[in-house]
């Protein structure tokens, strides 16, 4: 059974830090590249960050450069998200994604974690 779960989610005040991360199971963890993505209320989910199977690529939404940092660790089949600096806008569930790198038509989500940015 294929699962996605994440976690570290919660209310952090601004300038705060949080580290989301997205355990997998069920599949070759190794064999997928790895994003995390966003949704507000209201709003369309956007990427957050991007990481490929072997790490040889990462790349960041420009709203988080400088901020997050993507991770994984394939021997733990986990993924994370290091947050700092963070701000009321960050305010969102945060998913985790998995998609294949020989066929990009398989792809597998979480269930979401909520990040609450206030004071």
């Known amino acids: 059974q294929v699962q996605l779960v994440e976690s570290g989610g919660g209310l952090v005040q601004p300038g705060g830090s949080l580290r989301l991360s997205c355990a997998a199971s069920g599949f070759t963890f190794s064999w997928y590249h790895m994003r995390w993505y966003r949704q507000a209320p209201g709003k369309e989910r956007e990427l957050v960050a991007a990481i490929t199977s072997a790490s040889g690529s990462i790349k960041y939404a420009d709203f988080v450069k400088g901020r997050f940092t993507i991770s994984r660790e394939n021997a733990k089949n986990t993924m994370y998200l290091q947050m700092n600096n963070l701000k009321p806008e960050d305010t969102a569930v945060y998913y985790c994604?998995?998609?294949?790198?020989?066929?990009?038509?398989?792809?597998?989500w979480g269930q979401g974690t909520q990040v609450t940015v206030s004071s």
């Open positions: 994604n998995a998609e294949s790198r020989y066929n990009s038509a398989r792809g597998y």
